[in-house]
């Protein structure tokens, strides 16, 4: 009768923590922090990138108003050295001459030099002096003989009180006098000055053409609005497009002069600003830098994603790297975990076999790590038992022929039977005892020579780590070296700053030496102006014209004395700021010297690490050894135990001399038979138990 041995089976609430979910959960825990990383690293992209576009356009804004005004001053100083040119003067009051032909050889020379100043500035469009109505006007865009109309172009253009508006952007009389109306929109401005003796005006129209140029080098992106829009709502518009794109911009509508975003802006309190609105169905950021000498405001619209496009590129990237590391750690990890999978169902499969009996199995691996150290652990044990089954199986047969024997010899046996019985029976005790103690040594010393093998395993992976931390140490000291020598060059780098900085306190101190010299230049022209507005009171109606001058002069003074002292505040704060940049660059020196020192101890802490590896390189070396001469004694206890084997064989065998001895004793045929009986039982027991065995 065969008994049925069970396999016990996993528990299924012990795969949760199985080792493929466990692999799984390691490597999708870097994923998880790199997707963190990855939406953080694209909102701290997003944010700085639109401040840094958004103060840098700004500054591009500011710059391009401060040249336009620039270059309008230029135009206001060209008109008016028109409007005070005593020559031009006597023509406007035709005093100039008698002969005609050199009023015209005046006014034909003028405007020729009207002519080389438009084509030496290409941001004048034409240049007009409006004359009285008994003067021909001079004019740039005149080919024929026009009379003056003064008086009415002084009706038609706006004033602020008694004083004429100097920047306009319109002047449809003036266009309809010269035939201009179909041109109208090649000038965007307008600088009209009064001549000195009020007898004509002085008009320079600034060219559309030029701003628009000027506009259109500005590249603020793909998909950007640029416009420069006039106090009275006229707009030249620039749109950066790449190649084929067509402009959504609507025709024949305004951009931004009447739009609810433009005419919220308040030019007074905030000459400059930004805003985010919708336009067009899409989000744009809004721009403006307003002129004071003109109040013409240049503006811009920059679509938002244009902004942030970068950043949008490093969020896609992101997520892609993210993406493809998943995919790649649970392919990976698939692999990793279907092979222990495998590895481990076999094996448990194959010591399920064995577990049934059949020890004609063979476990093996099929990969090179420690489930082939396994398999040969698990063969070993098979082997041992099969051995074992074997011998027991030869005793048995023995045993059988002894009990036939003690049943042919029955009837001798009658004396001493029960004292044999008892005899045999404590010496096959003590034998199953002593093969009992015999087989626990084999199972341990099996035990101990696989803790050895791991032993040695693990000692060769801490050689391995050891050498690779040596080799890093080795690197850190390399950086470390680097460090010192990058120290070392900001240190003179930081001596060089502090003397640059002492060369532009020098600088500073050389402008307030020029700012006294202007003073005095103004204070002298501030007194020789008084002198001449007094000598033209002395002169009475004919010194009002030198009336005018003086008090030209005077306003002139007066600015060189108000631009000297914003110059010579500008120079002291320049001073100051100097010698704080010279305390900042002392305490630079000092923190660079500090960085030194810090890298001098960095490098002597990897010396004393590097020691320090050294002396755990000899201790494994020595574990090494322990753990050879460990796995010696291993082999010595393996031929005891065996020797072991040999003494019960050995005792086995006096066993037998015994019982043929006791043979001879037996006289009770009864007492034998029944002993004989007990026997036959027995082996049969023994018999259904090893045949469960497969060898």
């Known amino acids: 009768m065969q008994k049925k041995r069970e396999i016990k089976k996993h528990n299924p609430k012990f795969m949760v923590m199985g080792i493929r979910n466990k692999i799984m959960f390691c490597f999708l825990v870097p994923i998880a922090f790199m997707i963190v990383i990855g939406v953080s690293s694209y909102q701290k992209a997003a944010r700085g990138m639109n401040d840094k576009f958004r103060d840098s356009t700004m500054q591009a804004m500011r710059m391009a108003t401060e040249y336009v005004d620039m270059s309008c001053t230029f135009i206001s100083a060209e008109a008016l050295k028109y409007a005070f040119d005593g020559d031009l003067s006597r023509y406007f009051l035709g005093t100039g001459s008698d002969d005609a032909y050199e009023m015209f ?41 026009i009379n003056g109309f003064y008086k009415d172009y002084m009706e038609s253009v706006p004033t602020a009180g008694k004083t004429l508006v100097s920047w306009i952007d319109s002047h449809p009389l003036l266009d309809e006098q010269l035939g201009l109306n179909k041109k109208s929109d090649q000038y965007i401005l307008a600088y009209q000055i009064q001549s000195q003796n009020r007898k004509a005006c002085v008009v320079v129209d600034v060219s559309s053409s030029a701003i628009a140029d000027f506009i259109g080098t500005m590249d603020l992106g793909e998909g950007s609005i640029l416009g420069f829009v006039t106090p009275g709502g006229r707009e030249l518009i620039s749109e950066k497009l790449s190649d084929g794109q067509e402009s959504r911009l609507p025709e024949g509508e305004s951009v931004f ?36 000498k003109t109040g013409a405001t240049i503006c811009a619209l920059v679509p938002m994603s244009t902004i942030t496009g970068q950043a949008q590129e490093i969020r896609n990237l992101t997520f892609t790297l993210v993406i493809l590391a998943c995919v790649i750690a649970l392919i990976v990890g698939l692999i990793i975990v279907s092979g222990i999978q495998k590895n481990m169902r076999h094996i448990s499969r194959k010591l399920g076999e064995v577990a049934q009996g059949d020890l004609t199995v063979k476990v093996t691996a099929r990969s090179h ?6 398999a040969g652990s698990a063969a070993n044990m098979i082997s041992n038992t099969k051995k074992l089954v074997d011998k027991v199986n030869h005793a048995t047969d023995q045993l059988e022929d002894s009990a036939r024997e003690v049943g042919r010899t029955s009837d001798v046996l009658n004396n001493y039977s029960q004292n044999i019985t008892r005899a045999v029976s404590d010496i096959n005790e003590g034998m199953s005892k002593q093969s009992e103690h015999a087989r626990e040594c ?35 000291i390399e950086i470390v070296d680097l460090l010192g020598e990058r120290a070392e060059a900001t240190t003179r780098m930081t001596e060089k700053v502090g003397a640059d900085i002492d060369s532009l306190r020098k600088k500073s101190e050389a402008i307030h030496s020029f700012v006294g010299m202007i003073t005095e230049i103004s204070e002298q022209t501030n007194l020789l102006s008084l002198n001449a507005s007094i000598e033209a009171a002395r002169a009475g109606a004919a010194g009002r014209g030198f009336a005018v001058v003086a008090e030209e002069i005077r306003k002139l003074a007066d600015e060189s004395a108000r631009a000297a002292g914003e110059i010579s505040d500008n120079a002291t704060y320049i001073g100051t700021q100097t010698m704080d940049s010279v305390d900042s660059a002392n305490q630079a020196r000092q923190m660079v010297a500090l960085q030194t020192e810090a890298v001098h101890k960095a490098t002597h802490v990897f010396g004393e690490m590097q020691q320090h590896m050294n002396e755990l390189v000899q201790g494994l070396k020595e574990i090494a050894e322990g753990t050879q001469r460990a796995d010696n004694e291993r082999s010595n206890a393996v031929t005891a135990v065996k020797n072991i084997s040999d003494i019960i064989e050995e005792t086995a065998g006096s066993a037998e001399t015994v019982s043929d001895v006791a043979d001879k004793l037996l006289e009770n045929v009864e007492n034998l038979s029944r002993t004989a009986d007990l026997l036959g039982e027995n082996m049969d027991s023994l018999k259904a138990e090893i045949s469960v065995f497969k060898v």
């Open 105 to 145: 050889q005046l006014r034909d020379s003028y405007k020729k030099e009207l002519t080389l100043t438009q084509s030496g500035n290409n941001f004048i469009s034409n240049i007009h002096i409006i004359t009285m109505e008994d003067v021909y006007l001079i004019s740039t865009s005149a080919s024929t003989n």
């Open 369 to 374: 790590d420690e489930f082939r150290g396994l």
């Open 257 to 292: 002069s009447g739009r609810d975003f433009f005419a919220g802006i308040n030019t007074q309190e905030n000459p400059e600003g930004y805003r985010q609105i919708h336009y067009l169905g899409e989000q744009y950021l809004f721009l403006y830098s307003v002129s004071e």
């Open 442 to 476: 084999v199972d341990k010393t099996d035990v101990l020579s696989n803790e050895i093998q791991n032993v040695s395993r693990i000692v060769e992976r801490v050689e391995r780590l050891v050498s690779e931390t040596e080799e890093m140490i080795n690197q850190g």
